[in-house]
């Protein structure tokens, strides 16, 4: 791990920790001119409403391809963009970029939602609720349209820190989801104090090549705790079709996952949700065709 790409590219041999400072510098400085220079894209994923494989909503999901480091996770960069400070920048980006292209598609496809994954960085800046309101008047988007989603981990570190904010955005009518849940330790008491309206459950628990009846009782009690708070259940990683119809049997809203539909370019939307209005429903019959 000594050896290392350094700038402009030139093999750079250091001990470890130099090098993974060096990186790191390199690294802010490659995210910093991708904001500025246009280099991130978004992809979108559809929420497919299970009972009738109807799109009901995209998550808007980061790319970042870097000039000198190909394609890079934003599992890896968005921790350093929020250890930097760049995450609230990238992240609004995100929101307004998201909303327009949402707004867009609603004008020809009627009602669809959005998700946009927000980092807890976002969250407890005092700005982010009126960074999020100029977003959607920027795009024209109903806050009723969109759906924030924190992870478990975030809401159940800074358990106070965000309530705030969370209460003043569900206030203005943005609807709010905990990702990645099953993954976290909240308890129960807290849950029922949360102001959110969906649950997305891991996919460690779907995205399974043999779903196990454990896993398969895990995830009903998910679906049934939803149900009891009234929130909307969305399974992330549906990756065949046993997962899907299992999904299906316990009543589970909304899913996600490869099986239905990969993350897609803007560009390839309008085609999916057009054939979706002509009786062709995503992940029900045609689910291929797009991956
Ligand atoms: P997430 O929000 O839980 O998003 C789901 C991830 O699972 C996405 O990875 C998606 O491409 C992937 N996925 C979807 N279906 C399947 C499936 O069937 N099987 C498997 N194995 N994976 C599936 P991606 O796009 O690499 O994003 C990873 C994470 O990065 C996201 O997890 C989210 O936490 C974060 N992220 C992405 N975009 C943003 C963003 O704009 N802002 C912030 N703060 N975080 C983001
Ligand atoms: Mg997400
Ligand atoms: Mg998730
Ligand atoms: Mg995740």
């Known amino acids: 791990r000594a050896k290392k790409n350094g700038p402009n590219g030139v093999l750079v041999y250091e001990p470890y920790m130099h090098a993974e400072a060096l990186d790191r510098l390199s690294l802010r400085g490659d995210l910093q001119r991708a904001l500025r220079e246009d280099g991130f894209r978004l ?6 409403r299970l009972a009738d494989g109807v ?8 790319r970042w391809q870097s000039p000198a480091r190909g394609f890079v996770s934003p599992v890896d ?11 609230v920048d990238i992240g609004q980006w995100v929101l307004e970029n998201s909303a327009i292209q949402v707004a867009k598609w609603r004008r020809d496809f009627g009602d669809l939602g959005l998700n946009v994954n927000v980092s807890g960085h976002q969250l407890v800046n005092p700005r ?23 992870t478990e981990s975030v809401l159940m570190t800074e358990p106070d820190l965000g309530m705030a904010a969370l209460h003043q955005l569900r206030g203005l009518g943005v609807q709010l989801s905990i990702d990645d849940f099953g993954t976290g330790y909240s308890s129960l008491a807290y849950l029922r104090e949360l102001p959110v309206d969906e649950l997305k459950i891991d996919r460690a628990f779907i995205a399974r090549a043999e779903l196990t009846a454990e896993d398969l009782a895990l995830v009903r009690t ?40 990969r993350p897609v370019d803007p560009e390839v939307v309008p085609d999916q949700l057009a054939r979706a209005q002509a009786g062709s429903p995503v992940g029900v019959l045609d689910h291929r065709s797009t991956a």
Do not use: K
């Open 77 to 87: 960069f968005i921790p350093i963009a929020e250890e930097f400070g760049l995450i």
């Open 222 to 261: 998910i679906v049934e705790l939803a149900q009891i708070l009234g929130l909307r259940v969305v399974a992330e990683g549906i990756e065949n079709a046993a997962q899907l119809a299992a999904l299906r049997g316990l009543g589970c809203g909304y899913g996600q996952g490869y099986h239905l539909c």
């Open 43 to 48: 992809q979108y994923q559809p929420l497919i």
């Open 55 to 62: 799109p009901a909503g995209v998550e808007a999901l980061i």
């Open 128 to 150: 982010f609720a009126d960074d999020v309101m100029r977003a959607l008047a920027i795009a024209g988007l109903p806050s009723s349209a969109v759906t924030l989603e924190l």
